[in-house]
């Protein structure tokens, strides 16, 4: 099967999971959380059963696709924090006018650049979207693991770093396909570890650079969904995309099925 053929098949599967949730959405004003007896994102206690705070997991073109013909066997070996606290958004800063047949090539452009330009072991980013709203695996290690990426000095530990391919400045189109990918993504990543989406966290830099922002040691307090400027000294994700973060936090939380006023 091409390499095309296979993303449309990743599209359908991605379109069927967006519908589902929609439909849910609609009847019940938020997606119901599974109750279930154990496991580690705990919700509130109802009847007697624990309700965890869990997403479906979206569909991700795994990485083999984009890196179609290359062997997978030169990659050192994935390195694992004991948690995901936060989700990091970036931005490409690819340009917009980009097509879907396009996506690959650009990824493979971006992983060129991490690892010859700037000598890096592999891309930076855990996971790319597209303006189409199509999810890819970045970095390698598994796409349901805690994988420690390259994306955000000194906070790489207990995040996840998604890349939104294209540049969103100040008043670039937002696509919102895009949006909701993002937070399908953070939904269900935050929600394996209890994370509310609209929480606050506290992350320590391990960050050994001179010109961080936060030197080794020092704690911070941000969104469990924030942009790379947060914790950067950059403009990454781009004003338009910033300005959306509210909303991907509120649609991730309802994802998880948590209403305005259950927070945790």
């Known amino acids: 099967m091409s390499v095309a053929r296979r993303l449309v098949m990743y599209r359908i599967a991605q379109a069927t999971t967006v519908v589902a949730v929609s439909a849910l959405t609609a009847r019940s004003g938020a997606r119901p959380a599974p109750e279930v007896n154990r496991g580690p994102a705990q919700g509130p206690s109802l009847g007697g059963k624990i309700r965890l705070w869990t997403a ?24 694992y924090a004991p948690t995901v606290q936060a989700v990091i958004v970036h931005q490409s800063e690819s340009g917009n006018d980009y097509r ?24 930076g980013y855990n996971f790319l979207v597209d303006k189409e709203g199509t999810l890819y695996e970045g970095r390698h290690g ?29 008043g670039a189109a937002m ?10 993504l953070a939904a269900w990543k935050l929600g ?5 989406p609209r929480a ?12 961080s922002r936060y030197r080794r040691g020092e704690c911070v307090t941000v969104d469990a969904v924030l942009g790379h400027c947060d914790i950067d000294h950059t403009d990454c994700p781009g004003a338009g995309l910033y300005a959306m973060l509210p909303l991907i936090r509120a649609t991730a939380a309802r994802l998880q099925g948590r209403t305005v006023t259950s927070a945790s």
């Open 142 to 170: 598994g796409i349901d693991r805690p994988v420690i990426g390259a994306h955000a000095n000194g906070f790489n530990i207990g995040t996840v770093g998604i890349a939104a391919i294209g540049t969103y400045r100040e």
């Open 200 to 211: 606050r966290v506290s992350l320590t830099s391990t960050s050994t650079s001179d010109d």
């Open 100 to 123: 879907q047949r396009d996506v690959g090539e650009i990824i493979v452009g971006i992983y060129t650049d991490h690892v010859g330009r700037r000598g890096w072991d592999d891309i």
């Open 56 to 79: 479906p997991r979206p569909a991700v073109v795994p990485r083999a696709q984009w890196q179609a013909g290359q062997s997978q066997d030169h990659l050192p070996p994935a390195h």
């Open 175 to 184: 696509p919102e396909p895009m949006l909701n990918a993002i937070a399908r």
């Open 192 to 196: 394996l570890y209890g994370i509310d």
